[in-house]
């Protein structure tokens, strides 16, 4: 059975017609209600109806129809805009009645939506149970196999759910919509100017478009809330307020935080410390001590995009937290406001603790940081941090070293300076080569690695979000690897392990199967072998 088709619908005005007496329908009438339908209940005249589908009707909220169902009920009874057709029908007497069936046969002929109680085979839609905070709604789907067990999936995921995060969500997308009416009325402004300089050209109208041209600031700002969204731990993003979009809006336009940090800080006169920490792969559990005490001590986070909101969470409520707005094009002016920040806090007398995916100096400018700070007259404090370059083979049951395969481990990056391509390795048969931001360029690196004398059945693995519960690996080969990631899609983090290692403890076989794949992660305590590490698909021949 193919998975359903999850849209959210806007329902308003539309018509819905429930069919049946029961407490089902009183709560299908509720619900349309809810989603602003108009519900037309059709039941006969002496059917007995629950106290609140009765009070419903006196109010004048749900039309009874005293009546059996008709056939031309599903093209009558509906909008005039619709030529009279129902938006969707709910019949709740269940699928062992023929009328059911006939009801069923008729709305798919007519292409009406149709939900028949407890029988999915008659059912072109089923409901979700939902989990409802303002604008946000979650819903959970078991597609008809068990409407309980959806409730309970639903509750579970509710109460892992920080509180007043519907808030969030409304505040979050006035503040996309008012990204949206500024470049908006900027336009406009400029189009104006255009109409009005018709009588002669501008001293500047032959100047050079720049890269921070309109354009380019808007898509930059859409970028950076989009990266608010997707990177801040959800307990954060329910905190934030009206205030904090203010802030958060003032700080992109300056691309300067140094005013809101002075502010923040309150002009307090002692040393300030600067600490340079290694999250490690992304699981709590590896983090040092050291490092865990750090971050408790901060007032000031400066932290890499991709260090998961499971390590942020340990952030304590007082401290600020800055996530890098690092996307392609932004990349080195985001890492300078980053210092700036950072040396900001220092001088207002801060615990500024700089967070690092992995290892600070394993390809993570570390050394640069620790050399600008210094420069300045601080001296960082550097935590190690487990790189995720050996840690991620571990958990994908990949030893970067076995006796009689590998007697060799190469760490390369595959982002040189300025976005450029570093030039690869040369191929050697007994070596784990590992590369590290590099699958955004996969396609060119393969390429590359072919005319280093890589064979295109070298075994090799897509490691993402090593050490988090949506862990995944991909094992295949180099011929295959470009279309794994392309039909796969990708995770970030991620990178790239070659060589005879990746086979070593695996089953997975290059000969008849094109890759496998392995999803989640079980736990420091629970790392498994081939299959048992997560859950194997298969993608055969």
């Not at 005005?13 to 339908?37: T, W």
């Not at 709910?90 to 939506?113: D, E, M, N, Y």
């Not at 007697?407 to 982002?415: E, F």
Request: charged letters at 25%; glycine letters at 8%; proline letters at 6%.
């Amino acid at each position: 059975m193919s998975p359903a088709l999850l849209a959210a619908v806007d329902s308003t005005s539309h018509v819905h017609l429930i069919i049946g007496s029961n407490p089902l329908a009183g709560a299908r009438c509720a619900r349309s209600l809810e989603v602003g339908a108009k519900p037309i209940l059709i039941a006969p005249e002496d059917a007995t109806l629950h106290y609140g589908l009765v009070q419903r009707i006196d109010d004048g909220e749900v039309q009874w129809l005293q009546r059996s169902f008709k056939e031309d009920d599903l093209t009558t009874l509906g909008r005039p805009e619709v030529d009279g057709a129902v938006d969707a029908v709910f019949v709740t007497a269940g699928g062992k009645q023929s009328l059911s069936t006939r009801i069923s046969s008729l709305c798919r002929r007519l292409r009406i939506p149709i939900n028949v109680a407890d029988a999915p085979h008659l059912c072109s839609f089923t409901l979700l149970s939902t989990h409802s905070d303002g604008p946000l709604q979650v819903g959970v789907t078991t597609s008809g196999k068990g409407c309980k067990l959806a409730a309970r999936i639903r509750r579970e995921i509710a109460a892992s759910l920080p509180p007043h995060l519907g808030d969030a969500v409304e505040r979050l997308g006035a503040m996309r919509r008012r990204i949206w009416e500024e470049d908006h009325a900027a336009e406009l402004s400029q189009d104006l100017e255009a109409e009005e300089e018709d009588i002669g050209q501008p001293a500047t109208f032959n100047k050079l478009v720049a890269a921070e041209s309109m354009e380019a600031a808007r898509g930059r700002r859409v970028r950076w809330l989009s990266q608010i969204c997707e990177y801040w731990p959800l307990r954060r993003l329910a905190a934030i307020s009206d205030a904090d979009v203010d802030i958060l809006l003032r700080d992109y336009s300056s691309f300067n935080a140094s005013k809101a940090n002075h502010t923040a800080v309150g002009g307090r006169n002692r040393a300030g410390r600067i600490l340079l920490v290694g999250s490690g792969p992304g699981n709590p559990g590896l983090l040092t001590r050291a490092a865990h005490k750090a971050i408790l001590s901060a007032d000031l986070i400066l932290a890499d995009k991709l260090v998961p909101s499971a390590i942020l969470d340990l952030v304590p409520r007082r401290a600020t937290v800055h996530i890098a707005r690092k996307f392609p094009g932004n990349a080195d002016k985001a890492q300078e406001e980053l210092l700036d920040m950072g040396l900001n806090g220092l001088k207002a007398g801060k615990v500024v603790v700089r967070i690092k995916q992995g290892d600070p100096y394993i390809y993570g400018r570390g050394g640069e940081e620790y050399d600008f700070f210094r420069s300045h007259g601080y001296t960082p404090i550097v935590h190690p941090g487990i790189t995720s370059a050996l840690s991620a083979p571990l958990f994908a049951a990949i030893p970067a070293t076995h006796r009689s395969v590998a007697d060799q481990v190469l760490i390369c990056t595959g982002t040189g300076r300025k976005g450029a391509a570093p030039e690869p390795p040369e191929y050697v048969p007994s070596r784990t080569v590992i590369f590290l931001m590099a699958l955004h360029r996969l396609s060119s690196l393969v390429e590359s690695l072919h005319s280093k004398g890589y064979p295109s059945s070298t075994p090799c693995a897509v490691l993402e979000r090593a050490s988090c519960p949506d862990q995944r690996v991909i094992r295949t080969t180099l011929e295959n690897v470009c279309a794994a990631l392309e039909e796969e899609g990708s995770r970030p983090p991620g990178l790239l392990v070659l060589g005879d290692a990746c086979t070593v403890l695996s089953r997975y076989s290059r000969y008849s199967q094109k890759w496998v794949v392995e999803e989640g992660f079980n736990g420091l305590d629970s790392i498994g072998i081939d299959g048992e590490l997560g859950i194997a698909r298969d993608l055969i021949d």
